[in-house]
């Protein structure tokens, strides 16, 4: 029974098809595994500093400590006087008896380096310490006024303290003297500490 020459075709084709696939396979190294490099960060080309695993520490004008910040990485940038920061800790001093600790994995020091943005996964934990209470503020986005003692977001935040949780939409923290407001959407739930 003779083979038409499309069928030919046909198998002409698949056969270079299953050869290619077959030396492909073969040649795959299987156990080559991609292993991520120790590599540097990456530098700006306008930034004119960079530093690694910094710390900042800013005084007020009567030379108290106001804040002490320490940062993974830190570029400047002098066209707009801005600092960006990786994995920002900061400690601020403005109520010596109810330091607040804010955390978060990006941030940025706004020209005069008074204030500080932080986004993505912030956290800010306040704790008294003549009991140890404490209040922790979760966010995704704050800005905060070291002058006025003052953090702002206008994103969903939550805050948990030893008696209850709220949800807002919106805050604004006056740390030192321990106030917040809340902007609105507010829910959340009290229950009174057990004598």
């Not at 396979?25 to 500093?49: F, M, T």
């Not at 805050?171 to 030192?176: D, G, L, P, T």
């Amino acid at each position: 029974m003779p083979i038409n020459s499309s069928y030919k075709s046909y198998l002409l084709v698949a056969c270079v098809l299953i050869t290619m696939v077959g030396i492909g396979y073969w040649s795959y190294d299987g156990g080559l595994h991609v292993k991520g490099q120790n590599r540097q960060p990456e530098i700006q080309e306008n930034a004119d500093y960079y530093l690694i695993d910094a710390t900042i520490t800013q005084f007020n004008e009567t030379g108290a400590l106001e804040y002490k910040l320490t940062s993974s990485a830190i570029t400047h940038y002098p066209h707009n006087d801005t600092t960006l920061l990786k994995m920002p800790h900061l400690l601020s001093y403005s109520n010596p008896q109810k330091p607040m600790v804010t955390d978060a994995l990006n941030g940025k020091l706004l020209p005069g380096e008074q204030d500080i943005e932080l986004w993505d996964e912030v956290v800010m934990i306040q704790t008294n310490s003549s009991d140890g209470s404490q209040v922790r503020m979760d966010t995704d986005f704050l800005t905060i006024y070291s002058e006025q003692s003052l953090a702002v977001t206008d994103r969903p935040v939550l805050i948990t303290n030893d008696t209850g949780r709220t949800r807002a939409i919106g805050m604004e923290a006056f740390y030192k003297d321990s106030l917040v407001k809340l902007k609105s959407r507010v829910r959340g739930f009290h229950e009174p500490k057990q004598p």
